[in-house]
């Protein structure tokens, strides 16, 4: 049973504000994934790490953050929040080896107003 | 680069009906093939996968065979019920993406009783 915890998971926030959408697994996998889920369903990598102090930004550009401190915990940060911001939010971390068998976490929604 | 193409949804079906979603990839080498599920308000969660040509991933009586002729993973189940109804993401893990996983745009199926 995977087990990948995210929090919140669903966030009203105004313009502007700074946001961190926390994102935690208790597998011990070294490698992790930030997805954006648009409303019509099509899923987006925007940021992955293959361990600690290691990020990229993935395929679709955006304006968020990571960080990788710990191998369990790996935060995405929104400096200045915007309405095109709003989206679904989805973590997902696998373990090196393992075919990519990722584990998602419910997923984050939020609405920038 | 690589691809994923699902079939064009939605597919609404009534209960103990015959499902099918097509599933086509583009890709080098030999690629992982997999399906993922996503239910209302969650986060997706692995539903089969298949690492090689010819082999059959099975879980909760649905079915797909890797077929490398035809570059085809199609998801198959004999009998839906209406706890089926979700979005279904055919993805792939391999060729020039290495590290990640190439996703499909999703097929919403609805299962009527």
């Known amino acids: 049973e995977a087990d990948i915890y995210q929090t919140p998971r669903y966030l009203v926030i105004g313009t502007g504000k700074k946001i961190t959408l926390e994102c935690s697994q208790t597998m011990g996998h070294d490698k992790m994934y930030w997805y954006q889920q648009d409303p019509g369903m099509e899923l987006h990598l925007i940021h992955y790490?293959?361990?600690?102090?290691?990020?990229e930004k993935g395929d679709l550009s955006s304006e968020s953050t990571v960080s990788r401190i710990r191998t369990e915990h790996f935060p995405l940060t929104l400096e200045s929040a915007r309405p095109s911001h709003t989206s679904q939010y989805l973590c997902?971390?696998?373990?090196?080896?393992?075919?990519?068998?990722?584990?998602f976490g419910p997923g984050t929604r939020l609405l920038v107003l | 680069g690589d691809s994923v193409t699902q079939m064009e949804g939605p597919v609404t079906l009534s209960e103990e009906a015959f499902l099918t979603i097509n599933c086509t990839y583009t890709a080098t080498g030999y690629p992982s093939l997999f399906w993922y599920v996503q239910y209302p308000g969650e986060g997706l969660q692995l539903l089969l996968k298949a690492t090689k040509a010819d082999d059959k991933g099975s879980n909760k009586g649905f079915e797909a065979t890797y077929r490398k002729e035809t570059t085809s993973f199609h998801l198959e189940k004999g009998s839906v019920q209406v706890s089926d109804s979700a979005v279904y993401f055919c993805a792939l893990y391999g060729g020039t993406s290495y590290g990640k996983l190439t996703f499909g745009q999703g097929t919403i199926l609805t299962v009527h009783p």
């Open positions: 790490s293959y361990g600690v102090n290691s990020t």
């Open positions: 997902a971390s696998s373990e090196f080896g393992s075919k990519e068998t990722q584990y």
